[in-house]
């Protein structure tokens, strides 16, 4: 049975953050005779079957397949580049994919022989490759002294997930325009009348603002309330609207009250001139006047 060597056993996570859902840590360990992966998505293909004895990764196991793996990489200026690595091994306990540079190098068509390689620095480690033309800087990890290279972020998985939340077969599922069409909920106090008895009710053209029309019992204008002759008095009586809730919307002093409520707190004198002129009911024009609490002038 075949052994196969590589010394990146540490674990530790990457300093740099992200949020995409696809992304991996590719550890970049020289002493790995083969790149590994630790992952069965990452193969192009049926990646063949094999047993074969691994080292220094978190232990020994055993890499059990073997084919071309896919890493998506960006470069140090944000160009992103697709390496096919043939013969690298399934290892399913490694903590990190791992990149042997020179298998790495070994399986590259370049023109220059050396033209995939990489430099170790005192703080990173630099990969060149495709005749030296491209290069990803990749700094020794804080806590584990090793070069974790993160793949391109991307989010198939998270679309994946999102499309299988949207496809339960749900007929209640709505989607964001059905959602804003639907009228919005009301509550309702024992107090108050229900959306089916307010439904008719147009709240800005209410005689009262807190309370429905329906109460006031309005008659309709007719030609004979049409007048423009009387004045309105210098002096005008009030009167005290009834306290009964039974009985004082339905008194012709509610009812001058609300239209003054209506109309921004009207003048009684203005109120009664609209009233002549048929814009207001003529019932105003026969009470008298109630005393507005809210404003300075009845």
């Known amino acids: 049975m075949e052994a196969l060597t590589a010394t990146a056993a540490g674990s530790s996570g990457v300093s740099e953050h992200y949020y995409d859902s696809d992304s991996f840590v590719i550890a970049v360990d020289n002493c790995s005779s083969r ?9 192009v293909g049926t990646p063949e079957r094999i047993n074969v004895r691994v080292k220094g990764i978190g232990g020994d196991g055993a890499a059990t397949y073997r084919g071309t793996v896919r890493w998506i990489i960006q470069d140090d200026s944000g160009a992103t580049h697709t390496w096919l690595i043939p013969d ?23 023109n220059d022989k050396r033209g995939t390689m990489c430099a170790t620095y005192y703080d990173a480690v ?15 990890d804080g806590s ?7 793949s391109q972020p991307a989010y198939l998985r998270f679309n994946s997930f999102c499309m299988k939340i949207a496809d339960t077969g749900d007929a209640s599922h709505l989607d964001e325009r059905e959602l804003l069409s639907l009228p919005a909920v009301q509550l309702v106090s024992d107090d108050e009348m229900t959306d089916d008895e307010s439904v008719a009710d147009d709240m800005e053209n209410r005689l009262h603002p807190d309370l429905p029309d329906v109460l006031f019992d309005v008659q309709q204008h007719t030609d004979e309330f049409r007048n423009n002759n009387s004045e309105a008095p210098s002096k005008p009586t009030y009167s005290v609207v009834p306290e009964d809730e039974d009985v004082q919307y339905q008194s012709p002093q509610a009812r001058f009250l609300a239209l003054h409520y209506k109309h921004a707190h009207l003048s009684p004198e203005k109120m009664k001139a609209l009233a002549r002129r048929g814009q207001l009911p003529s019932a105003i024009l026969k009470c008298d006047m109630p005393k507005c609490s809210a404003s300075l002038e009845p």
């Open 126 to 140: 630099k990969l060149f490759w495709d005749d030296c033309k491209f290069v990803r800087t990749v700094p020794l």
């Open 88 to 110: 690298t091994y399934y290892h399913k306990k490694s903590p990190y994919r791992l990149l042997s540079p020179q298998h790495w190098a070994q399986t590259r068509q370049d």
């Open 144 to 150: 584990s002294n090793i070069a974790l290279i993160r």
């Open 35 to 43: 790149c590994i992966t630790n992952s069965m998505m990452d193969f």
